[in-house]
C-alpha cells in the first residue's frame, strides 16, 4: 500500500486546527460584541455563581447577602469583638444611627439602631420591609439609603428593591412610594428628599411621599445643551446608528450612587454654585460633578484620583469630601478637594494601626469637632477617627463569631437633634393606650 502525499496526510490536522483558530476568534469577538453564545454563556456563569454562594440566603436560611468577613487578613476573629472607645474623651457628643441587617434573629430583617456617646443602644427602628413593599423578600434586598428627621421617623431606600418609605419612631409606615430607588437619601433642606431612581434624579416630598420633579442622567445631563459635556459622558452610551438593544456599551455605564443638594445655609462658600445644585457621583467614570438642577449642565468636575467613589459631601469650609474607595489596591482614603482651586488632599488613610479598607459601599461624616465617622461596609465595622488619624471608637457589628454584617449607612445626630428628645417607641404606645382609656 504506497504511502499518501504529505499535503493530504495534513489536510485534516490543518483543517482541525483552522476550526479550533476560527473558534478563539469567534469567541473572542462574540464576547467583545455580545454575539451569540457570549451572552447566554455569562448569563449562565453568573447565574451558576449566584444560585451556588446565595441560596441559603435566598430561602431564608443564612443571611449571605449581608453578612462579611471582619478583615481581609484570614485570621480567626475576635469572637468578643464589638464596641470599643479608644479615646472616650474625644469622641464627638450626640448619637449614632447605624442601618443594615438586624443582628436579632428574632426582629424585623432589616433595621435601624442608634447608640449614645457611651456605645449604649437607645432606640432602634424596626424596618418590616414586606409591610411596605409585598413584591420582594427582604433577605433579597439591602437596607442602604437613610435620613432621619427632628421628629424621630426615618426615610429608607433598599438596593434590590422597589420602595422609598418614611417610617415612624415604631418603624410604622408613614408613606412609601414603590420605584426603584437607590443607595443615598438626602434633605435639600426644601422639604425634599433627593435620591436617584434607576438613572433618575429624583426629588420627593418629604411629607407625601410624591415625586415632584425628576432630572434624567442620560437624556439631560448626558444629552444636554453642552456639547462638550455630551462628548466626555457620551462615550459610555453612544452605539451604531440604528443598533438598537442589540449593541450595548456596558449594562451599567455609570453606576450613580449619590446626589447630594448644596443647602442654602452652605452656599456662601461655594460662590460658582447656587443653592439647590445637586453634588452627584458616578462610579464607573470616577467622577464627581456639580450640576445644575434645571439644565444639567455641570458646573464642576473632577475626574479622580479617587477610584470607585463614594459619597461626596459639601463641607462648610467651601470644600468636597469624597469617601474614595481605592477598589483592589486594599486602601481606602477619604480626599478633599477645592472645586474653585482643584487641589486635592488625603485627610484620612488608614494606617497598619487603623486598617481602613471597603472595595464597595461605604460612607463618611465630618463631625463638628474635626474628626472623621467612617463606615468600612464590607468589613461590618464603624470607626471615628480623629484629625490626626488616631482611633477614637470602633464598632464591629457582630453576625457570629466569624462574621460580621453588612453596614450601610451611618448617621451622627447632635445631642438636641431630637425635636422631644430621644425618640421612644414605648412612649407612643403608652400615649395611644391613653387615648383608648380616655
Known amino acids: 500500500m504506497s504511502k499518501r502525499p504529505f499535503s493530504e496526510r495534513m489536510a485534516p490536522v490543518a483543517f482541525t486546527a483552522s476550526v479550533a483558530v476560527l473558534g478563539v476568534v469567534y469567541g473572542t469577538v ?14 449562565a456563569h453568573r447565574t451558576y455563581l449566584e444560585v451556588k454562594n446565595n441560596w441559603r440566603n435566598d430561602i431564608g436560611l443564612e443571611p449571605t447577602r449581608h453578612i462579611v468577613a471582619p478583615d481581609d487578613s484570614g485570621a480567626v476573629p475576635d469572637p468578643e469583638r464589638g464596641f470599643v472607645a479608644h479615646q472616650p474623651e474625644r469622641m464627638e457628643s450626640g448619637y449614632t444611627l ?10 424585623t430583617f432589616h433595621v435601624v439602631r442608634m447608640y449614645d456617646a457611651q456605645g449604649e443602644e437607645v432606640h432602634h427602628w424596626p424596618v418590616a420591609y ?27 431606600t433598599f438596593d434590590s428593591g422597589q420602595v422609598l418609605a418614611r417610617l415612624d419612631t415604631c418603624g410604622q409606615p408613614l408613606w412609601s412610594n414603590i420605584a426603584a430607588f437607590h443607595h443615598s437619601l438626602a434633605r435639600d433642606g426644601e422639604g425634599h428628599l433627593l435620591s436617584w431612581r434607576e438613572e433618575l434624579i429624583s426629588w420627593v416630598d418629604e411629607e407625601s411621599g410624591e415625586e415632584v420633579r425628576t432630572l434624567d442622567l442620560r437624556e439631560t445631563i448626558v444629552r444636554g445643551n453642552d456639547k462638550a459635556q455630551q462628548g466626555y459622558l ?41 443653592a439647590g445644585d445637586v453634588l452627584i457621583s458616578l462610579r464607573e467614570l470616577n467622577l464627581v460633578a456639580v450640576v445644575d438642577p434645571d439644565t444639567g449642565v455641570m458646573k464642576w468636575w473632577q475626574h479622580g484620583p479617587w477610584f470607585k467613589q463614594h459619597d461626596p459631601d459639601f463641607q462648610p469650609d467651601g470644600t468636597i469630601t469624597v469617601f474614595d474607595n481605592g477598589t483592589g489596591t486594599g486602601r481606602s482614603r477619604i480626599m478633599r478637594v477645592d472645586p474653585g482651586t482643584g487641589k486635592v488632599t488625603e485627610e484620612f488613610a488608614g494606617s ?8 464597595r459601599r461605604g460612607k463618611h461624616q465630618v463631625l463638628s469637632n474635626g474628626n472623621l465617622l467612617l463606615t ?63
Open 98 to 107: 447605624i442601618a443594615g441587617l438586624n443582628t436579632d434573629p428574632e426582629g
Open 352 to 359: 497598619d494601626e487603623v486598617p481602613f479598607y471597603t472595595w
Open 234 to 274: 457620551d462615550i459610555r452610551t453612544v452605539t451604531p446608528e440604528k443598533a438598537g438593544e442589540r449593541v450595548r456599551y456596558v449594562d451599567d455605564p455609570f453606576h450613580p450612587n449619590d446626589a447630594e443638594p448644596l443647602l442654602a445655609e452652605m452656599a456662601e462658600a461655594f460662590p460658582m454654585f447656587e
Open 30 to 43: 462574540s464576547s467583545w460584541w455580545g454575539w451569540f453564545p457570549a451572552p447566554q454563556i455569562g448569563l
Open 376 to 438: 468600612e461596609s464590607e468589613h461590618g465595622r464603624l470607626l471615628e477617627v480623629d484629625a490626626e488619624g488616631a482611633l477614637v471608637w470602633e464598632r464591629h457589628m457582630r453576625w457570629n463569631d466569624a462574621m460580621n454584617v453588612i453596614v450601610t449607612e451611618v448617621r451622627h445626630v447632635p445631642e438636641d437633634f431630637f425635636t422631644d428628645g430621644v425618640p421612644s417607641c414605648a412612649a407612643e404606645v403608652a400615649d395611644a393606650e391613653t387615648m383608648e382609656q380616655g
Open 130 to 156: 414586606g409591610e411596605i413593599d409585598s413584591q420582594n423578600k427582604p433577605q433579597n434586598t439591602m437596607l442602604h439609603g437613610m435620613e432621619v428627621f427632628e421628629d424621630g421617623s426615618i426615610a429608607v
